[in-house]
């Protein structure tokens, strides 16, 4: 059953009790949402398997907190879409603006145009595909996960990054510190298969490169004493 | 956090809407600017004659004999036009510098000059603001609004955006900057002087001397990535168009909609909702560090 919920009709808080609630219930329905307006926080703290297609586009946090719920937004969404996400998926049509899945402990954000700047800051075990670009300090002390980008990354790529894997299609402007190129092991190809597989992307594993940390930043080095 | 609006129109016809479309596009900032809100409107230019935009706290006292006394001073007429607590008056191009020290003599406050362009803004809710000046009603070929949260100077009309340091000049900033007294002293050893304790009218006069000093509109925003620590996203406007310019942090929200009929620039995508044909727009974030302009 798929109920509809015109959000010229209701306010924000209407449409998210409705939505928290049915995510509580694990009623696993399927919800649209129509004229959005670029609202704020729309479908977030959703905790249970709930569809919801939002036909348009978002403003701040929307999806964010998500557990379990497959939101899809019809249009571009604004900063922080599914910001620290624990479970399910999220699909952007359009673009995604600045910190986009920051902090995402699982789940898959799936995004269909441009991420601006960084996107997956300091994401703790999320999945996230990128179909275009992305911006300049993304992944920033990413600690887990995998962020996947089918187009370029821009400056600063993996700043202080830990333990998350970055996959690149295209160019790097630049990478942060302590981040390199590493080499892609079969167990990588096989992980960027399946994630390019659930993404829906047209690509194949062998053209990207894989980028991590150097480890370096993990232990004081008493040779660096004198530049503090 | 601040909110600022932009719109310029590649088609006439849509000209007497763009006060509406406006006032819409800043009022759904509001959240992000409660404290005052200002406009800036491009509007038909008269040959040989220059808008002088001015306020006053007692515009009932202050405007009454205004027109009068100008065109005495003068020795030729002038015309006012009085909104709420602003004035328009439309002076010859080569009598603005006299015109401009009577009416500061006379304890007004000049908003800004130029062939097209008044400046309208004051402390206020943007709805409210909106309604005094009549925005609604007003028509152009460009416009840029600004909706302020306070951080670098009091809640004033003085302190309200946009602000203008040359005529037909303007800027909008959302943002706050850091080296601003340093760049108002280095300024003012070139004789470039602003008015108010503000940071953003630094930025505008730092980005009016770069062009008066041959600059190009594109330069000097450029400019702006280097010699101004902080941060900005600006909205230029000028008497042909306007530019955008993001610092290369870019924390600090941007948002563009481009259609064949106009294109528009909101600090969020909120304030695009109601414009005609949205639906289809190119819409996308403008990048850090990269200017962007457009001109008729």
New interface residues.
């Given amino acids: 059953m798929t109920t509809t919920l015109d959000m010229t009709a209701l306010d924000l808080r209407q449409v998210n009790t409705r939505l928290q609630a049915a995510a509580r219930a694990q009623a696993n329905e399927d919800y649209v949402i129509t004229n959005p307006r670029g609202s704020h926080a729309m479908a977030c703290g959703l905790d249970g398997p709930l569809g919801v297609t939002i036909k348009g586009s978002t403003g701040y946090y929307c999806a964010g907190m998500n557990k379990e719920a497959t939101i899809t937004v019809e249009g571009s969404a604004g900063p922080g879409v599914a910001e620290n996400m624990m479970s399910g998926t999220v699909t952007i049509h359009g673009d995604a603006s600045q910190y986009a899945g920051a902090t995402g402990h699982g789940g898959l954000l799936n995004i269909k145009g441009n991420a601006s700047s960084r996107c997956g800051i300091s994401m703790k075990g999320i999945d996230i595909v990128v179909h275009g670009n992305i911006g300049h300090m993304s992944a920033f002390m990413a600690q887990k996960g995998n962020l996947v980008v089918l187009g370029d990354a821009g400056d600063a790529l993996g700043d202080s990054i830990y333990e998350a894997r970055l996959f690149v299609r295209g160019s790097v402007k630049s990478l942060g510190a302590d981040c390199i190129e590493k080499e892609m092991r079969p167990e990588h190809l096989e992980t960027l298969a399946a994630l390019l597989d659930k993404a829906g992307a047209d690509a194949r594993p062998e053209e990207f490169r894989r980028y991590g940390s150097a480890r370096k930043l993990y232990n004081f080095n008493i040779d660096h004493a004198d530049e503090y | 956090m601040c909110g600022i609006v932009g719109l310029f129109l590649k088609k006439d016809d849509l000209r007497p809407r763009l006060g509406d479309m406006l006032t819409d596009m800043l009022i759904t900032m509001t959240d992000r600017g409660p404290d005052s809100a200002g406009i800036a409107i491009y509007g038909d230019a008269e040959a040989g004659r220059t808008k002088i935009t001015v306020q006053s706290e007692d515009p009932a006292r202050a405007f009454a004999d205004l027109d009068a006394a100008v065109s005495e001073a003068l020795g030729q007429p002038v015309t006012l036009t009085v909104v709420d607590t602003h004035a328009v008056l439309i002076v010859p191009d080569d009598r603005v510098a006299e015109a401009t020290a009577l009416l500061e003599d006379r304890g007004l406050r000049v908003m800004g000059s130029g062939a097209s362009m008044e400046i309208y803004k004051e402390v206020g809710l943007p709805r409210d603001v909106a309604a005094r000046f009549g925005l609604r009603q007003m028509g152009g070929s460009h416009g840029i609004g600004h909706t302020r949260m306070a951080t670098e100077s009091a809640v004033t009309t003085m302190g309200a955006h946009p602000f203008s340091t040359a005529p037909d000049q303007c800027l909008v900033h959302n943002g706050s900057l850091s080296n601003h007294n340093q760049m108002r002293r280095r300024l003012a050893k070139k004789g470039v002087f602003t008015r108010s304790e503000n940071d953003t009218e630094v930025g505008a006069a730092y980005i009016s001397s770069r062009i008066a000093e041959g600059a190009s509109l594109g330069e000097a925003l450029d400019g702006t990535i280097r010699d101004l620590d902080g941060f900005f996203t600006f909205v230029m406007g000028t008497r042909t168009g306007f530019g955008v310019v993001r610092d ?4 600090k ?1 941007a ?1 563009m909609a481009e259609t064949d009929d106009y294109v528009a620039f909101a600090s ?6 109601d414009l005609p044909g949205i ?1 289809a727009a190119r ?3 403008p ?2 560090a990269t200017v962007y302009f457009w001109e008729r």
């Fill in positions: 290369p942090i870019a924390c929200p948002v969020e995508y909120r304030a695009f909702a639906e819409v996308w974030e990048e850090p």
